[in-house]
């Protein structure tokens, strides 16, 4: 190694103050390299060396390289001695989690389910952050090993979900195929049904109002019966038994019409296949703004959360909505 090294720029670099960098022109220092577009971190260091047919040497994982090729690659990712020594040494970088666990080590992946192989993976990788869970970050290597960890977690996640979206499509085409099937038919069927029970609504409806019309002369009748017991229990003698034989009469009579005066509602049909008038309520909103502020006086939760839902749907899409306010929360992601 030449004696004449000049670490300025590794040593600025360092801390986040980059010099010219240009092809071709290595500098002395430290630094690290991805293997491949998502693989590990390499270590790299660089200098200058007289002996050497370009006048530098460069290592990659121990290993020699040329250093005007692997350059153009390190330049932007400068790290200390320590962590180089380090990584050299095979102990890893301090922001990065060790390797995901093999799967099928201390686990049932053995069975070829997808399912277990990544729920393997996932307890490894629990296991791991559980330690740095347990403490709080107090450096930027933590933090950076933290969004790493949560990216190499995030990606069992979608490799998860994309195995269940796989395994579930199969069964959804099958439910599809099935649905194509019958839903006609039963849409038919249903469709029909309704048609001949409206069919029958006229014929129901008029019978019904004959019903209504005869409950209504009966009970005229029994109001009639009924006053002319009254006056003749008015006119009779306390001692009259013939005169109170007549009254209890006529007061069973008027109870029998009141009975016969109550209305039946129009059927048709057997039962078990029997069509019948059914009354039923329809609610019409004539003043909107009444009935909102009703509910809105009653912080009705249904309400509250719809009216929430359609703010901030609007809000975020540049309306100003009045009764808003704007709130913004800092999350990690």
């Known amino acids: 190694m030449s004696t004449q090294q000049s670490w300025e720029w590794w040593s600025a670099a360092l801390l986040g103050t980059f010099g010219p960098i240009h092809d071709g022109v290595p500098q002395s220092g430290f630094f690290r390299v991805r293997r491949g577009k998502n693989g590990p971190w390499e270590p790299v260091a660089i200098w200058r060396d007289d002996a050497a047919a370009d006048g530098w040497i460069a290592l990659r994982t121990g290993k020699q390289v040329n250093a005007i090729d692997i350059w153009t690659w390190a330049c932007r990712h400068p790290i200390s001695k320590e962590a180089y020594d380090r990584a050299v040494a095979g102990e890893g970088w301090a922001d990065e989690p060790p390797a995901a666990p093999e799967a099928g080590i201390g686990h049932n992946s053995a069975s070829g389910d997808p399912a277990e192989v990544i729920r393997a993976e996932l307890a490894g990788e629990a296991e791991i952050a559980a330690e740095l869970l347990a403490k709080p970050i107090e450096d930027q290597a933590g933090v950076d090993k933290t969004a790493i960890w949560s990216k190499r977690v995030g990606e069992l996640a979608s490799k998860a979900e994309k195995a269940r979206v796989a395994e579930k499509e199969p069964h959804l085409e099958a439910g599809r195929a099935v649905d194509a099937k019958w839903k006609p038919i039963v849409d038919d069927a249903k469709a029909l049904s309704a048609k001949l029970k409206r069919h029958a609504e006229p014929f129901l409806i008029a019978q019904k109002r ?72 329809k609610v019409i909103v004539s003043d909107f703004a009444a009935a909102a502020g009703y509910y809105v006086a009653a912080r009705n939760p249904d309400l509250v959360e719809l009216i929430g839902r359609l703010a901030a749907r609007d809000v975020k899409a540049g309306a100003e909505v009045p009764g808003t306010e704007r709130r913004t929360e800092e999350r990690a992601a």
């Open 210 to 281: 004959a019903e209504e019309e005869r409950a209504r002369r009966a009970a005229e009748e029994a109001r009639r019966i009924r006053e002319e017991a009254e006056a003749a229990a008015r006119r009779a003698a306390a001692d009259d038994e013939a005169e109170k034989a007549r009254i209890a009469e006529l007061e069973r009579q008027a109870a029998a019409a009141d009975q016969a005066a109550v209305a039946k509602n129009a059927s048709a049909g057997r039962t078990g296949a029997r069509i019948a008038l059914r009354t039923e309520t």
